[in-house]
């Protein structure tokens, strides 16, 4: 209870200095990229036939425009970040970016994709993170259009925030259903960590060839605190599935090796780890909706809970806005080095 009022004062804090941003209006960097899964999606899959979609209420019941696609009742982290970094529009979807300015940045973010190809293809199609970045290939393509060369086109991607949140759905949408993927009958957890930090790295590499330059990778969360793992596989009911926790410690630990080996190797490149598991936000048993026990989304049309601020999660997978203002508001400007290494998003967009 004390970590977390404490947590809610910097929230006020921290609110305060965006205000100061908003009124300047003057955005720290001119454009920010999103990469990634359900946690950061703003509307890629609601074309896609695909479980991993929600476009319907009570998905948006707290976002200006209604539901959009994205998993939650208003805003995303990443949302939060762009309104941190100042930059006056939310990042629009690769899907849909009529009437968008893509030198603003373009959000990628897939539900149920994963570091894997064939991650979450039990839910239906989905963009995974190849595609993801493949498509940012052609975005950058048409940036070199608009800016006249590709010289101006990378000058400008330098200058951009690479926001990456994936390889949750590596776990949930494939390595823990050995029913429809092979991953566990072919890596223990240690190997399976090592070969998703590999691939991811290829994939990191690809968008620093394109000109990506600041890197803010997303921790994964614990797993094993979800609600619908908690009711799946919990024991006592109540408490987190130690197991599921372990592989996302595993996956943190080797994307912080890579950190580190990619901010002595990349030249000119900076990359953080946000430890999205050590942001605590509140209690993991509840969420607000009625969900779907299979896939744990919301139950379309379903009515809610009236206080949506009141609970860690809106659904049994995906966190509230309120976490994920928490969890963004820490990962922009830590108060502590445990949230944010070796920098926070600020710091990181600010050298
Ligand atoms: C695309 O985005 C525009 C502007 O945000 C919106 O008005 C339109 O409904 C969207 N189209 C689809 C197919 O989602
Ligand atoms: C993943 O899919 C892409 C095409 O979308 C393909 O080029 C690549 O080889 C695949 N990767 C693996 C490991 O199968
Ligand atoms: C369940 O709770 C009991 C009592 O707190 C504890 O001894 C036991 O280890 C727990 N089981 C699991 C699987 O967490
Ligand atoms: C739009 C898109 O890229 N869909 C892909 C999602 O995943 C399935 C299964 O791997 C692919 O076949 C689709 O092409």
């Given at each position: 209870?004390?970590?977390?009022?404490?947590?809610?004062?910097?929230?006020?804090?921290?609110?305060?200095?965006?205000?100061?941003?908003?009124?300047?209006?003057?955005?720290?960097?001119?454009?920010h990229?999103i990469?990634g899964?359900?946690l950061s999606?703003c509307?890629?899959?609601?074309?896609?036939?695909?479980?991993?979609?929600?476009?319907?209420?009570?998905?948006?019941?707290?976002?200006?425009?209604?539901?959009?696609?994205?998993?939650?009742?208003?805003l995303t982290e990443a949302d939060f970040i762009t309104?941190?970094?100042?930059?006056?529009?939310?990042i629009?979807?690769?899907?849909?970016?009529?009437?968008?300015?893509?030198?603003?940045?373009?959000n990628?973010a897939?539900?149920?994709?994963?570091?894997?190809?064939?991650?979450?293809?039990?839910?239906?199609?989905?963009?995974?993170?190849?595609?993801?970045?493949?498509?940012?290939?052609?975005?950058?393509?048409?940036?070199?259009?608009?800016?006249?060369?590709?010289?101006?086109?990378?000058?400008?991607?330098?200058?951009?925030?690479?926001y990456?949140n994936?390889?949750?759905?590596?776990?949930?949408?494939?390595?823990?259903?050995?029913?429809?993927?092979?991953?566990?009958?072919?890596?223990?957890?240690?190997?399976?960590?090592?070969?998703?930090?590999?691939?991811?790295?290829?994939?990191?590499?690809?968008?620093?060839?394109?000109?990506?330059?600041?890197?803010?990778?997303i921790?994964?969360?614990?797993?094993?605190?979800?609600?619908?793992?908690?009711?799946?596989?919990?024991?006592?009911?109540?408490?987190?599935?130690?197991?599921?926790?372990?592989?996302?410690?595993?996956?943190?630990?080797?994307?912080?090796?890579?950190?580190?080996?990619?901010?002595?190797?990349?030249?000119?490149?900076?990359?953080?780890?946000?430890?999205?598991?050590?942001?605590?936000?509140?209690?993991?048993?509840?969420?607000?909706?009625?969900?779907?026990?299979?896939?744990?989304?919301?139950?379309?049309?379903?009515?809610?809970?009236?206080?949506?601020?009141?609970?860690?999660?809106?659904?049994?997978?995906?966190?509230?806005?309120?976490?994920n203002?928490?969890?963004a508001?820490?990962?922009?400007?830590?108060?502590?080095?445990?949230?944010?290494?070796?920098?926070?998003?600020?710091?990181?967009?600010?050298?």
């Amino acid at each position: 209870m004390g970590c977390e009022t404490k947590l809610w004062l910097e929230v006020l804090f921290f609110s305060v200095t965006c205000m100061q941003f908003c009124v300047l209006g003057v955005p720290q960097v001119p454009c920010h990229f999103i990469f990634g899964d359900s946690l950061s999606d703003c509307g890629n899959n609601n074309g896609l036939s695909t479980k991993a979609k929600v476009n319907y209420l009570p998905y948006g019941i707290d976002f200006p425009a209604g539901p959009t696609g994205r998993f939650t009742n208003g805003l995303t982290e990443a949302d939060f970040i762009t309104q941190l970094l100042g930059l006056k529009n939310l990042i629009p979807p690769f899907a849909n970016l009529s009437s968008s300015d893509i030198l603003e940045g373009v959000n990628y973010a897939s539900g149920s994709a994963g570091i894997r190809n064939e991650t979450g293809t039990r839910l239906g199609e989905n963009f995974s993170l190849v595609k993801q970045v493949q498509n940012h290939r052609v975005i950058a393509s048409q940036i070199a259009t608009k800016l006249g060369s590709i010289d101006k086109a990378q000058q400008h991607l330098n200058k951009c925030l690479y926001y990456m949140n994936i390889g949750s759905n590596d776990y949930i949408n494939n390595y823990e259903q050995p029913d429809y993927y092979p991953s566990q009958s072919l890596f223990t957890p240690e190997q399976y960590a090592a070969v998703l930090i590999q691939q991811y790295s290829v994939q990191l590499r690809a968008l620093y060839a394109i000109g990506a330059r600041r890197f803010a990778l997303i921790g994964m969360m614990r797993l094993g605190c979800t609600p619908r793992e908690i009711s799946i596989h919990g024991k006592n009911g109540t408490l987190c599935v130690e197991e599921d926790n372990d592989y996302s410690l595993l996956f943190n630990s080797n994307l912080r090796t890579l950190v580190d080996r990619f901010n002595r190797e990349l030249f000119g490149a900076k990359f953080i780890l946000i430890n999205t598991a050590a942001i605590a936000t509140g209690d993991e048993n509840y969420y607000c909706c009625k969900v779907d026990d299979k896939i744990g989304l919301c139950l379309p049309n379903s009515v809610p809970c009236n206080d949506r601020s009141q609970f860690k999660f809106f659904d049994a997978v995906h966190p509230s806005e309120k976490t994920n203002q928490v969890t963004a508001m820490n990962a922009y400007k830590s108060p502590s080095p445990a949230y944010a290494y070796p920098m926070d998003i600020n710091q990181l967009v600010s050298i």
